[in-house]
């Protein structure tokens, strides 16, 4: 878990706008979405794992602890459970939401951070660079 402690600006996505799509998100938060650079920041607090997120748009947290369930509105609105774990060196974060699910899986390559979004068949990539 320590190698994704500190701050990652997003550099490239892949196929991102066809993923958004895909899960459902209007085509005016896509636009949206595809403009923004964010920069994540993980961090702890006790025994949570916390991720931050900030654009020029807005800033948010999500907390949780490896393992559990927790309660998500994401930032296109979906209302989702979530559970993180750690699988080696990879964070795993499976997401339900109205009968769908998403992985989103995290892995740390020297100062790269790969994290990869796969919804049925669609995939997107997105390098983040250690900042």
């Known amino acids: 878990m ?3 402690l500190g701050s990652w600006k997003l550099v490239k996505k892949e ?13 005016e938060q896509i636009n949206i979405a595809l403009i923004v650079q ?3 920041t993980f961090y702890k607090d006790g025994e949570f794992i916390v991720v931050k ?35 080696g060196n990879k964070l795993v974060q499976v997401q339900k939401w109205n009968d769908k699910q998403t992985t989103i899986v ?7 951070m790969i994290t990869t979004f796969t919804y049925e068949k669609t995939v997107s990539t ?3 660079k250690k900042v």
């Not at 309660?71 to 296109?76: A, M």
């Not at 995290?106 to 790269?112: D, L, M, P, S, T």
Request: hydrophobic residues 35%.
């Open 126 to 128: 997105h390098n983040y």
């Open 38 to 40: 964010p920069i994540l």
């Open 2 to 4: 320590d190698a994704f």
């Open 53 to 87: 997120t900030e654009t020029s748009i807005l800033t948010g947290e999500v907390w949780f602890r490896l393992g559990e369930e927790y309660f998500e509105v994401t930032k296109d609105g979906r209302r989702c459970m979530n559970v993180v774990t750690l699988d």
């Open 106 to 112: 995290r892995e740390v390559k020297g100062e790269n």
């Open 15 to 27: 196929n991102y706008s066809e993923y958004l799509a895909a899960i459902g998100v209007g085509e």
